[in-house]
Nanobody
Framework: QVQLAESGGGLVQAGGSLRLSCAASERTFRNYAMGWFRQAPGRERELGAAISWSGSKTTYADSVKGRFTISRDNAKNTVYLQMNSLKPEDTAVYYC????????????WGQGTQVTVSS
């Protein structure tokens, strides 16, 4: 069982930046792809970005491409999401998840961290 804990959320003005972190409880973290999902009020949860276990493969939703960067440090059991040029529509609860290297099944989830972007 991998436990995930997100941090780094908060309130930021449009155009600003935040960096989210997700720390995993187990060294087996390095065996999983990691993803950052987000869910805005009244909307379904969506995948924002994902990274393979080795870090060699990444994918981004069109809505965040060019603004967000996902990275991981397997020595620290941590995955990051650098978010730049934030927009009010990025406001959501952000969740990290651990899953398959094909990015299509997610086994473990964090509790989420709120990101609010003011206009």
């Amino acid at each position: 069982q991998v436990q995930l804990a997100e941090s780094g959320g908060g309130l930021v003005q449009a155009g600003g930046s935040l960096r989210l972190s997700c720390a995993a409880s187990e060294r087996t973290f390095r065996n999983y792809a990691m993803g950052w999902f987000r869910q805005a009020p009244g909307r379904e949860r969506e995948l924002g970005a994902a990274i393979s276990w080795s870090g060699s493969k990444t994918t981004y939703a069109d809505s965040v491409k060019g603004r967000f960067t996902i990275s991981r440090d397997n020595a620290k059991n941590t995955v990051y999401l650098q978010m730049n040029s934030l927009k009010p529509e990025d406001t959501a609860v952000y969740y990290c998840a651990a899953g398959t290297n094909t990015f299509d099944f997610w086994y473990y989830w964090g509790q989420g961290t709120q990101v609010t972007v003011s206009s």
